[in-house]
Nanobody, 120 residues
Framework: QVQLVESGGGLVQPGGSLRLSCAAS????????MRWFRQAPGKERELVAR???????NYTDSVKGRFTISRDSAKNTVSLQMNSLKPEDTAVYYC??????????????WGQGTQVTVSS
């Protein structure tokens, strides 16, 4: 069984920073792409940032220049450094990963989500 566990959410003032982390645990062969999604109240879940196993990175336009995604493949973790936060960044943030299982099948996993609230 594979689990993704996020940490690091919270309440921050506009202009502030937060760092989200996600750790994968369980039995698997490797992890391909790792992503951060977010879902604000009344809105659809959106992809925020993605990092592949070889380090290719993509961001949604609204966070470019403010957010930085990184991963430690040895520790099976992915992080999202969020700077210059805005109220519109308020959402539940989810970690997502494409995991290569012991059988070499690929499965998609989600974390439980962590709340980020940007408010004065």
């Amino acid at each position: 069984q594979v689990q993704l566990v996020e940490s690091g959410g919270g309440l921050v003032q506009p202009g502030g920073s937060l760092r989200l982390s996600c750790a994968a645990s369980g039995s698997f062969f490797s992890i391909n792409a790792m992503r951060w999604f977010r879902q604000a109240p009344g809105k659809e879940r959106e992809l925020v940032a993605r990092i592949t196993s070889v380090g290719t990175i993509n961001y949604t336009d609204s966070v470019k220049g403010r957010f930085t995604i990184s991963r430690d493949s040895a520790k099976n973790t992915v992080s999202l450094q969020m700077n210059s936060l805005k109220p519109e960044d308020t959402a539940v943030y989810y970690c997502n990963a494409n995991v290569v299982l012991i059988s070499r099948a690929i499965a998609e996993y989600w974390g439980q989500g962590t709340q980020v609230t940007v408010s004065s």
